[in-house]
C-alpha cells in the first residue's frame, strides 16, 4: 500500500494541527508515550517532530510532508517546495510574530539601541540577519526557551515569538519592533511531488484542511424577510460569494442564507435585526470549499 509520511509538529501548534486534520476527516490518535500517532487514514503516517527539525527532514526526504512555521523554514534555509500558508496559531486565526523587547524601564527605545548589547533568542540566525539589515552589531545568545525571564539579568533584549502579547506584559516587557511574521506553513519535497500518488495525496490533504479551517471561522446564518425589506437586507449580508435566496411557502416572504466570519456575527446580528430580518437561526460549519 502506498504511504505518505507526514510530520506534525509538537508543542504549541500540536494540538491545533490535530483537531484541524480531525475537522478535515482524518483521525489522529496521539499516545502521549509516543511519537507514532493512530491515522484513520491508511494512506497516511503521520510522525510528531519539533517544528524547527520539519523543515530539515523534508528536504533530506525523510518525511514526505511537514506541517510547520515559516519562521523556521526560514531559519534553516531548508530548500523545500511550499505547498501551502495557513493562517492559525494556539489561540486563533492569525499569524504569529517574531518581536524585539526589551524590560519597560529599558532605555532601549529602537533597535539602533542595541549596539554593544546582547539579545536573547532561540531564532539565531534570523536575528543575525535583522541585525545586519539594520547595521547595528550586538551580540546573540541562544534561549533554549523561556526567553522571556532571560530579561534583564541574563540580556538586555530578546527576540520571542507572540501570539497576543500576553505573556510579554506579564513579564513587564515592552515590545519595540516587529522582526519576523511567521505562519503555519505546509511543505513537500521534489521527490515526493514527482511521485504521482503522492502528489495527489498531498493536494486532497491540502483541500481537506483548507475546507476545514475556513468552516471554522465561518458560520451560517439563515433568516427569514419580507418582499418590501429583502433588497435592503441584501445589501448589507457580508457573504463569500452572494446569499442564497428562496421564496417562501405561499408567498410569505423569503428565506435568506449566507456563510459570514464567526467573528463577525455580534455586530451583523443586530444589523439585520433592524434590516428586517426575522426568525434568525446561526449553524456551525464543519468543511466550507469556495
Known amino acids: 500500500m502506498n504511504k505518505l509520511k507526514i510530520g506534525l509538529p509538537t508543542g504549541s501548534l500540536q494540538k491545533t494541527t490535530v483537531d484541524l486534520f480531525r475537522k478535515a476527516g482524518i483521525e489522529i490518535t496521539v499516545n502521549s508515550r509516543s511519537y507514532y500517532p493512530i491515522t ?14 520539519i523543515p530539515m527532514f523534508v528536504e533530506d526526504e525523510v518525511i514526505d510532508l511537514g506541517i510547520t512555521g515559516l519562521d523556521w523554514i526560514k531559519e534553516t534555509d531548508a530548500k523545500v517546495e511550499k505547498i501551502k500558508e495557513f493562517e492559525y496559531a494556539k489561540r486563533g486565526f492569525n499569524k504569529v510574530k517574531w518581536v524585539l523587547a526589551v524590560p519597560e524601564k529599558s532605555k532601549i527605545r529602537t533597535v539602533k539601541d542595541l549596539e554593544g548589547k546582547t539579545v536573547s533568542t532561540e531564532l539565531m540566525n534570523l536575528t543575525k540577519k535583522y541585525f545586519k539589515k539594520n547595521n547595528v552589531k550586538a551580540k546573540a545568545e541562544f534561549s533554549w526557551g523561556a526567553t522571556e525571564v ?9 527576540i520571542d515569538l507572540t501570539e497576543t502579547g500576553a505573556t510579554l506584559k506579564a513579564n513587564n516587557l515592552r515590545v519595540i519592533d516587529i522582526v519576523f511574521e511567521s505562519t503555519t506553513t505546509m511543505i513537500s519535497n521534489k521527490k515526493a511531488l514527482k511521485d504521482k500518488w503522492k502528489k495527489n495525496k498531498i493536494n486532497e490533504i491540502k483541500m481537506l484542511l483548507e475546507a476545514a479551517l475556513l468552516g471554522m471561522q465561518k458560520v451560517m446564518l439563515e433568516m ?9 437586507l441584501i445589501k448589507i449580508l457580508p457573504c463569500m460569494k452572494s446569499p442564497t435566496v ?11 442564507k449566507v456563510a459570514v466570519n464567526k467573528d463577525e456575527v455580534p455586530k451583523i446580528l443586530p444589523k439585520i435585526i433592524k434590516a428586517g430580518a426575522t426568525d434568525v437561526l446561526e449553524f456551525q460549519l464543519n468543511r466550507v470549499v469556495p
Not at 497516511?44 to 524547527?52: G, N, S
Not at 532571560?150 to 530578546?158: L, R, T
Not at 427569514?224 to 435592503?232: F, H, T
Open 40 to 53: 484513520s487514514d491508511k494512506e497516511v503516517e503521520v510522525i510528531l517532530i519539533k517544528p524547527q527539525e
Open 150 to 158: 532571560k530579561c534583564p539579568v541574563f540580556a538586555d533584549a530578546i
Open 224 to 232: 427569514n424577510v419580507s418582499k418590501e425589506k429583502l433588497d435592503g
Open 246 to 256: 428562496s421564496e417562501l411557502f405561499g408567498e410569505q416572504g423569503y428565506a435568506v
